[in-house]
């Protein structure tokens, strides 16, 4: 089958989430992949995260390797939340002033017709229109109404978009709930986690030769969600352990501390060396403060944490509960700090495994192909 991937993320994005490992699993299975992400723009000069990595997918036309095609467009006018590219036209236009044209661009590469149309990203639901597709299915990973840069022309494509396609997959049980009208078909179907990729066994990253053991991790972006009084007062508590931080710092109100640790972001390559070399991963989010967007969340990192043999400190919230996994859940400091001492003292490893062991990408692939075509 031919496969198109309207995906918010670049094909090279340090932040390989599950659009990425699902097209892999749809390229292990023989199908046709274009990879295609949300635009740059000469606005992305002025800082643009990422734009190097990006900017060479654009300027080779893309990279091809085998039965994989993965783009990222160039336009002139980006859908983002600044004045006048906010509004709805620009959202719903911005592809017909892309350089070379995206959909020409698509069409070239074979896939100006395809059996199965994939979005993760409502800014491109023009695909709908451009190209002709047997079969159209959105994947819901987040509640955008959450989030800060999320616009009102942002909302109501993903509302057209859940009206038009033939099948919804969520993969947070609350995110079916949050879905308004009544659209074909909604499944629920979970993150997963390449399971090769991070119990397969690492070398020590030399960063932690250089710092003092036992180590907290998190990986991810530290965001306007993340929980900085939280970290603040645990870290001040407990001098004894590090908390590493590896993933863009995108906002930081931590001051300078000896036992926090700023590492920056990692190829994706690497990170199971740092999972598997730390002591515990935690996720430490800001559940009250920004609950219509954490509550809707799935997240990767406990899997990932999991299949590398971590036990994990989190937050709660309904997501988490749902998943019934291993995890160690907190609702306030002092939980957080009982359970971080109580699972770098116990034994951990084959519990966390054995959780994850069921959740690999391939047969969440093969769900969602199974749903797709049913």
Not at 62 to 77: I, S
Not at 147 to 155: E, I, N, Q, W, Y
Not at 260 to 272: D, V
Request: proline share 8%; aromatic share 12%; charged share 20%.
């Amino acid at each position: 089958m031919k496969i198109l991937m309207a995906a918010s993320n670049a094909w090279n994005s340090v932040f390989q989430v599950g659009s990425h490992h699902l097209a892999r699993e749809f390229l292990k299975m023989g199908h046709e992949v274009a990879f295609i992400s949300d635009p740059i723009s000469p606005l992305h000069l002025l800082g643009g995260s990422q734009l190097k990595e990006r900017f060479e997918l654009y300027q080779n036309g893309g990279l091809r390797d085998q039965n994989l095609w993965a783009y990222v467009p160039a336009t002139l006018l980006p859908p983002t939340n600044k004045p006048f590219l906010r509004s709805e036209w620009v959202y719903r236009y911005w592809h017909q002033y892309t350089f070379p044209s995206v959909v020409k661009k698509a069409k070239a590469n074979g896939f100006g017709e395809v059996d199965i149309l994939y979005f993760d990203s409502p800014i491109q639901s023009f695909w709908l229109k451009e190209i002709h597709s047997r079969k159209t299915v959105y994947r819901m990973a987040d509640h955008a109404a959450g989030f800060k840069k999320a616009t009102p022309a942002h909302l109501k494509l993903e509302k057209e978009l859940i009206e038009n396609v033939d099948l919804v997959v969520c993969t947070a049980k609350n995110l079916i709930d949050s879905i308004q009208g009544n659209p074909k078909r909604v499944e629920h179907l979970p993150n997963g986690v390449p399971l090769a990729h991070f119990s397969k066994p690492g070398k020590m990253p030399p960063e932690y030769t250089l710092i003092s053991r036992p180590i907290v991790l998190y990986v991810g972006a530290i965001e306007y969600w993340f929980d900085f009084e939280l970290v603040k007062k645990l870290a001040k508590e407990l001098p004894q352990i590090s908390f590493v931080f590896i993933g863009p710092v995108k906002q930081n109100r931590l001051p300078p501390m000896k036992n926090i640790h700023f590492l920056g972001p990692r190829p994706y390559a690497e990170i199971p060396n740092y999972m598997q070399c730390a002591n515990v991963g935690w996720i430490p989010f800001d559940v009250k403060n920004y609950p219509d967007l954490i509550h809707n969340v799935n997240p990767l990192k406990l899997y990932e944490y999991m299949a590398s043999g971590l036990p994990v400190v989190s937050t709660r919230w309904k997501e988490l509960e749902n998943i019934d996994s291993p995890a160690y859940l907190c609702d306030g400091p002092e939980e957080f700090k009982t359970n971080l001492l109580r699972a770098l003292n116990a034994k951990h490893g084959p519990v966390e495994r054995r959780f994850a062991a069921g959740l690999d990408w391939s047969s969440r692939a093969q769900q969602l192909i199974d749903v797709i075509t049913r």
